[in-house]
């Protein structure tokens, strides 16, 4: 598709989402809508793409990609304005085709635009309008056909006839043009008197009439037309998409057996016979392995799972798990944290920016942050890394087949020898060599009747 480009169009401001953010970038299943319809475009094979910009066109403008061109519709006139503004990206094809779409229909696809366009060269269309059959047809253009099945024009709604508005077959704001028959009509587009606007469906009109050959392909999933102006319809496009991406894993091999509160954002690789228990939420670039048990109330972001792993209620960023775990409830996996084989990790328990290595047992109520921790290594409950000093932070190495007691305390830089045993109640600050045991307690001390002479803390009366 080298001789083909692509303008988005993504200027329009979205007053009724009522955010301080442009539309196209409200999200569906946690991407900004605008990059749903880039994602579509490239795996169409499209890779020459400009995107029309308006209002606040500098937070559009940085939030894609460097090889997006952008051109900017500093007065917004309607959709044939929005393309006059890419007149000049568009000229560099004058042999080729243009695809138009719109930047808050986040559910057009690439098979629909592949399809189309093949259409629209067999056909020898100059103009081609994706349209789709909707049960409700409320708001859309309606597409309406000759006798022979023709198309004959695109009516909006508000300028459509009660017999017009009964169609069914609706436009979805995406075209394919000839460029040169595009850029031709474009000059010619006068301003609506309803709206004030300039139409782009006025150039299927006007390329119509010079005598050039226009139709409509009637996409087979009726979902490309669908956009969100209002946080409701926001709503709508959300459960949709998660519907579709739950669908596509579980014919993929995934088991969801309920799937309440289950959230699967696009690009996630989950294995088979993998179970996603309810009020889960896997999104970014998650991939997880097969034969695992994930959740239920897990949140899993841009993190890698191997195979055989039990993750329930772990919330994780950025980390990595290796094969045959078992991991929570109530874990955090905080970024940098690499987690080797058949490692166990209970209730409470913080890891950050650390390795820990095959076979440990990291039980409960345990903190590790910037540390290599080797294998089989047993830590008591309550252990905890001193890795921060106030200005700088240090790392703690435990070597393997060491057992740290309950509630021993490693300040970093600090290594622990293999093998070695630190007491309970341990404050670690020098290095331990490897086989020896390390404590810091002081003796017990009781003072009899302590409390009574000195009454340190006020006594409920009775």
């Known amino acids: 598709m080298s001789n083909n480009c692509a303008v988005i169009l993504a200027a329009g401001e979205g007053t009724r989402m009522k955010s301080t953010k442009p539309k196209v970038l409200a999200e569906v299943l946690f991407k900004p809508m605008i990059d749903w319809v880039i994602t579509a475009v490239r795996a169409s094979g499209i890779d020459d793409i400009c995107v029309v910009t308006g209002h606040m ?38 042999d080729g085709n243009v695809l138009i779409l719109a930047g808050d229909a986040p559910l057009m696809d690439s098979e629909t635009i592949s399809a189309s366009l093949r259409a629209h060269i067999e056909g020898g269309n100059s103009a081609t309008v994706i349209s789709a059959k909707v049960p409700d047809p409320f708001g859309y253009g309606r597409i309406v056909r000759s006798k022979d099945n023709a198309l004959e024009r695109i009516v909006e709604e508000k300028e459509a006839t009660p017999e017009e508005k009964l169609i069914t077959e609706v436009n979805s704001g995406a075209y394919w043009f000839n460029v040169k028959a595009l850029l031709d009509s474009l000059g010619k ?40 102006n209002t946080r409701v319809q926001l709503l709508d496009l959300n459960e949709i998409a998660r519907k579709d991406e ?17 959230i699967i954002g696009p690009g996630v690789e989950i294995g088979a016979d993998t179970v ?4 889960t939420i896997i999104r970014g670039k998650t991939v997880i392995g097969k034969d695992c048990e994930i959740g239920p109330g897990s949140l899993l972001e841009n993190t890698t799972v191997g195979d055989f792993n039990n993750l329930n209620s772990v919330q994780s960023f950025n980390a990595k798990v290796g094969n045959g775990c078992d991991i929570g409830p109530f874990v955090r996996l905080r970024p940098n944290t690499v987690v080797g084989d058949d490692v166990r ?21 345990t903190y590790i942050g910037d540390s290599d921790f080797g294998e089989n290594i047993n830590v008591g409950c309550g252990c905890a890394t001193a890795n921060y000093s106030g200005n700088a932070k240090f790392r703690t190495v435990v070597e393997d087949n060491v057992f740290l007691g309950c509630h021993t305390c490693m300040v970093a830089p600090v290594t622990i020898g293999e ?44």
């Open 189 to 228: 587009i006068t301003l609506s008197q309803v709206k004030k606007e300039y139409y782009l469906t006025d150039a299927i009109e006007i390329i119509k009439r010079s005598g050039q050959r226009v139709d409509a392909f009637v996409a087979l999933n009726e979902k490309v037309v669908l956009g969100a």
């Open 345 to 365: 990790i209970g209730n409470f328990v913080e890891l950050k920016n650390s390795n820990i290595g095959n076979d440990t047992k990291i039980s409960h109520l």
């Open 57 to 94: 066109s500098e937070l559009v403008c940085s939030h894609l990609d460097s090889d997006i061109q952008t051109v900017l519709q500093a007065e917004r006139l309607g959709t044939g304005h929005a393309v006059m503004q890419a007149k000049d990206f568009m000229g560099k094809y004058p």
């Open 246 to 262: 739950l669908t596509k894993h579980m014919l993929n091999g995934v088991s969801i057996p309920c799937i309440d509160g289950v």
């Open 276 to 279: 996603i228990l309810p009020n």
């Open 419 to 462: 093998g070695a045993y630190t007491a309970a109640g341990t404050t670690v600050t020098k290095d331990v060599p490897s086989d020896a045991l390390v404590l810091s307690r002081i003796d017990q001390v009781i003072k009899e009747d302590w409390v009574k002479r000195k009454n340190p803390y006020k006594k409920k009366e009775k």
